[in-house]
Each structure stands twice: as C-alpha cells, then as structure tokens.
C-alpha cells in the first residue's frame, strides 16, 4: 500500500509538470512577450474593446493544452475582460485532452471542438448582455436570506455587473500591482535567479518530451531513472515540480513576482518576461500536482472507472461526460478521451465533456475568486448538458453521431 502511494505520487509530481506545465509555460510566454514587445498594448485594445471580448476568450480557450485559457483568467480578476469572456474560455477550453483526440480521432474533434466554439460565443455574450455575472447571482442570493453573500472580488451586491473585478466595494480596481522581491538574501536571491535559469531548461526538456509523449499516442509511462524516454521523462518531470515549488514558495520573495495570478499590464525587460511566465507557470504546478493527487488517490484506492461513468447506457452518456467536465484539471478528461478513441464511450458523451471542461485554467480562479470559479463551472456545464442530450436524441440517428468510435484513425 506504500508504494502504491508513493508511485501515485511521483508520477502525479512527474506527469503534471511534462504533460500540462511546459505547455503552459509556451503560450504564457507567448503572451508576455507580445505585451513586452508592445509595451501593454495587447490588453489595452482588449480592455477598450469589450464587444470582442467573448470572442478572443473562446478562442484562447479553443488552443489545444490549457495555456491560452490561463493567460486569460489574470486578466478577468485584473477586471480587464468580462465575466462572459471567462465563461466563453472555459467552454472553449480544449485541455490536454484535445492532443489525445487530434491525433487519434480528427474528424470527432473538428465536430466536438467546434460545437464548444459556437457554445463559448453564444454563452459569453449571453452572460454579458443580460447581466448573469457573479454580482447578478449575489444578488439573487441576497434575495433568499437576511445578509448578501460576499466574497472573493464581488463584494458588491448592487447591480448586475457582468464583470465584479470591477467592483471592489464600489471602488476603482487597481490595476497594477507590486511585483518586486520582498526580501534580500546573500545566499537565496543569487539561489532564486539560479533556480529560475534552471527551470526554463526543465521545461525546454519537458516541452520535447510532452511533444513527444502526445505523439506516440500519450501510452503508459513507467516510473524509472535513466536515459531512456521513460526515465528522462520521470527525471524532467520531477525535477522541473520541485523547482516549481520553491519558485512559487519561495524564490518569488527574493526575485519577485510575489503577487502570481494577477496580469502584468507591461514588462520592463525581456528577463522580467520570462520570470513572469516562470512564475505563473509555477503557481499553475502547484495546483495542478494538488488536482492530480485529488484524481488519482480516489480511482486508485476505490477503483473508480472513470470510462465506465462516461459510457453509461443511453442518455446518461452525454450527462457523464459533461458532470466529468466538472472535475477541475485535465486527468479525467485525458481519460475520456482514451475511452473514446478506443470505442468506448459515444461521441455525444465526448462533445459534452469538451464543452464542460475548464482544465487546468480553472485553478487561477480557484486561488483568487472562489465564487467565480463556481459559477463559471456550472455555467460551463449547462450548454453541455443541453448539447450533449441534444446529439443523443436528435442528431445522433440522423448523422450518425451517436456511433462509438466516430471519427478514429482507422474506425
């Protein structure tokens, strides 16, 4: 029983930093740099132009892996971007799962993919223009007891503000934030520049073995140590969380950085750029390794199948795959996706999950604004039960949608 949990969780450490952290740690990059290059420009124009806004979430979310997805959550709780834009990157959101489906049933992905796209669009503008932000489900809620609920940046309960980044007790938000170090160390601070340099080089390495993994069809990979494609990846993976964990525990006080999960409107220099991306990526691990361990300890010890909730017998099999999508991370959707291209669960159970599940993006909310995390879930869940059911009764027998296996190389 020991060991048991002691390989959970190593590759739990493992497998969250090679297959979800250096994917992040790309597009997170990617971001910073045009905001450094365009000294803030990019949201900016984003901020100045809420119409658009829905529309640039669900297509950051529709980038396979979760990065696209993450760079936008800071911006939401910076109050940059409108709660329907969050709400239309986590239907967007394609997770890491979208690798497993691209490479092994192409044509299912174009139709689930692109069923989620249409379903962020019209649910992030939806949300927007009727007012149904958190500040709107305060209020109701106030409706129903003696004292209005307050918590995380909503805290005012006037109004229907589709955005309560904004709100702040009716004060302006302010929209930077103190990034510097807080301490000073003969010893940490070298140590904690140190530690960062090395942990971009863990994460080229991951980046390579990710790329790789997703390649040969994300199969099993044993825990080991050598120079063998397993045991690189167990060694990369390993190394690279421990360094996570003491960049966003630790380092953070001494290089900066300290306020994680929050946008930086510009970036002083192309190093500050990479100590950003560093950092957030970091923070990302740490919740990440954190929904692993939550994951894998519960179908391991009460041997749960995961596939078998999803291939549930009728209707039931859209309704799994999209109350699946609940679960924060991308672990079980991973699952499901390996299911399906094995035949084991229909296409309307796949396309439910992709439209409900937020991935990894979800744990910046989590960290800073609970109750929008919630809220943002259940509305992600909703156009997927209704799609979901939709393809099993409607277009199912008529396009043949409903079939196991729609869609396989080689089915």
Request: net charge negative; with cysteine.
């Amino acid at each position: 029983m020991a060991g048991e949990i002691l390989d959970i969780f190593l590759a739990s450490v493992r497998d969250g930093y090679v297959q979800v952290s250096a994917f992040v740690a790309v597009t997170v990059l990617a971001f910073s740099y045009v905001q450094y290059r365009t000294k803030g420009a990019l949201t900016d124009r984003l901020e100045s132009n809420r119409r658009y806004q829905p529309l640039v979430g669900a297509a950051m979310g529709l980038t396979p892996g979760c990065g696209g997805a993450i760079v936008m959550m800071p911006l939401y709780i910076r109050g940059t971007v409108s709660f329907g834009t969050v709400v239309a990157t986590l239907i967007a959101t394609a997770g890491d799962s979208a690798f497993v489906i691209l490479a092994l049933a192409p044509e299912a992905a174009l139709y689930a993919y692109g069923m989620a796209f249409a379903a962020a669009i019209l649910s992030g503008y939806a949300i927007d223009r009727f007012g149904m932000g958190v500040g709107y489900v305060d209020s109701a809620v106030s409706q129903l007891q003696t004292t209005a609920t307050d918590g995380g940046t909503a805290a005012s309960v006037v109004g229907r503000s589709s955005n309560p980044a904004h709100e702040y007790d009716g004060e302006t938000p302010i929209h930077t934030h103190e990034s510097g170090p807080d301490r000073e160390s003969r010893v940490l601070t070298p140590l904690s520049h140190a530690i960062h340099a090395l942990w971009w080089v863990a994460a080229v390495a991951a980046l390579i073995l990710g790329v790789t993994y997703l390649l040969r069809g994300a199969p099993e990979v044993p825990l080991m140590v050598g120079g063998s494609f397993a045991g690189l990846f167990t060694i990369v993976g390993i190394a690279g969380t421990t360094l996570s964990f003491y960049l966003y525990l630790v380092g953070r006080h001494y290089i900066g950085e300290g306020q994680v999960g929050r946008a930086r409107e510009s970036f002083g220099s192309l190093y500050s750029t990479f100590q950003h991306a560093a950092m957030e990526t970091s923070f990302v691990t740490v919740w990440v390794l954190v929904a692993y361990l939550l994951y894998e300890y519960p179908v391991a010890f009460f041997e749960i199948d995961i596939a078998a909730v999803a291939a549930a017998a009728g209707v039931f099999a859209p309704v799994g795959g999209a109350l699946l999508g609940l679960i924060p991370g991308c672990g079980p959707q991973i699952v499901l996706a390996g299911a399906y291209a094995q035949g084991g669960i229909p296409f309307s159970a796949l396309a439910a999950n992709a439209i409900s599940q937020d991935g990894d993006a979800l744990f910046p909310l989590i960290a800073i604004d609970k109750k929008a995390a919630i809220i943002a879930s259940i509305y992600t869940t909703i156009p997927a039960l209704i799609i979901g059911v939709a393809l099993h009764f409607l277009w199912g027998p008529v396009f043949g949608l409903e079939s196991f296996g729609f869609g396989v190389l080689g089915g």
